[in-house]
């Protein structure tokens, strides 16, 4: 387990965190840019030194304002994999990754050369330069030889920010690899929701160096208050939902959630599958009656949990469908024509074509699946 309790000041920076993070599957940072989540992972590596707190991994005290520990860059064992590779350019793919091996000397042996290759697909590659490869080959070297160090856990900074869509497509399955594999805390820093809910198994949100939330995916990016984090274009809400029918004949699957069911364009997956979908409140219609004749096929009862008003003409409605949440962004118009208050029992509205599986709101969760 990682916990994390620190503040640090700087000219026109002040940052305050307190989270924990389990010793297996992936933490996310997440917030924009300026919101501190480099500048926590840089601390745990021992880059940056706090000006108070603790930091604890796997039971091991790395940094102890009030006992005076400030434990070496070097005896922290944590791989950190950077937004460009900084591979050696002088070097081939396998020096490369030989050099990681060479600083885990005197160390228990963890994961192997081979294992490593294996694991991030890199056999083809290990006689050629850096140069002669691809941006997400590089971050694949980078993160190998990261993991041949034997770290205790794994930081890795934006990892993807620098790949263009068809780069990123590429190495996440890797990391996917890597997540459920290797069983390495990772502390994931990143302002791409696409690979918060793709990765993680949980969240810490930051803003301006203030932690705003954490908790587990779902929870943590289905709630209001993260609104200035993440923007009103992509507030929704966060369904961890299985596969529980298909049909052929309209290329459609309907996907089980505590809640009730969705209708979607087909998922290529088993029945029983588990899939994470996030439907965008601006995506979420109410009706005061169950509406007849429309073509929106999902239809969920629901009652009004909140409503908060919003900048200009928005509103932010939360309802409550069976056991879970769904957000509605409306116009403050709206809520006043419908009569709009907490209590009130509503019908959700989505339309199938606004969970798409083959958009970034569409992914698998960490995890077994089928």
Not at 11 to 26: I, K
Not at 98 to 118: K, L, P, S
Not at 251 to 264: D, K, M, N, Q, Y
Request: net charge neutral; hydrophobic share 45%.
């Amino acid at each position: 387990m990682i916990e994390v309790d620190i503040q640090l000041a700087r000219p026109g920076f002040s940052l305050s965190a307190h989270f924990t993070a389990p010793g297996a599957g992936v933490t996310a940072l997440f917030g924009r840019s300026g919101a501190g989540k480099t500048t926590i992972i840089q601390a745990v590596a021992g880059v940056v030194r706090p000006d108070r707190g603790r930091i604890v991994v796997d039971g091991a005290t790395y940094f102890d304002s009030a006992g005076g520990i400030d434990v070496p860059i070097e005896r922290r064992r944590a791989g950190y994999v950077f937004q460009d590779a900084r591979l050696f350019p002088h070097m081939s793919v396998e020096r490369n990754l030989r050099y990681g091996q060479r600083r885990a000397r005197g160390m228990d042996a963890g994961i192997g050369f081979e294992a490593v290759v294996d694991l991030l697909g890199l056999g083809h590659l290990l006689r050629r330069r850096p140069h002669t490869l691809s941006g997400g080959e590089k971050q694949r070297v980078a993160i190998g030889r990261a993991l041949l160090a034997q770290p205790r856990l794994l930081l890795m900074d934006e990892p993807l920010a620098a790949l263009d869509a068809a780069r990123k497509a590429e190495i996440l399955p890797y990391l996917e690899r890597l997540r459920d594999e290797m069983r390495l805390p990772i502390l994931y820093v990143s302002h791409s929701i696409e690979e918060v809910l793709r990765l993680s198994d949980r969240v810490v949100a930051l803003k301006d160096g203030r932690q705003i939330a954490e908790g587990e995916v779902a929870e943590v990016m289905s709630r209001a208050d993260i609104l200035p984090v993440i923007g009103r274009f992509d507030l929704g809400t966060v369904l961890d939902c299985t596969v529980a029918r298909h049909d052929e004949d309209y290329a459609l699957s309907t996907l089980a959630f505590p809640g009730g069911e969705l209708r979607v364009p087909r998922v290529e997956m088993r029945l029983g599958g588990a899939v994470r979908a996030r439907v965008r409140a601006r995506d979420v219609a109410i009706a005061l009656a169950k509406p007849v004749d429309v073509s929106v096929s999902n239809l969920l009862p629901a009652v009004v949990e909140a409503i908060t008003p919003g900048e200009g003409p928005y509103a932010d409605v939360a309802l409550v469908a069976g056991a879970s949440r769904l957000a509605a962004s409306v116009t403050r118009e709206s809520v006043e024509r419908l009569g709009l208050t907490p209590g009130l029992a509503v019908w959700a509205m989505i339309k199938s074509v606004a969970v798409d599986s083959r958009s970034p709101d569409f992914t698998t969760p960490p995890g077994p699946t089928f």
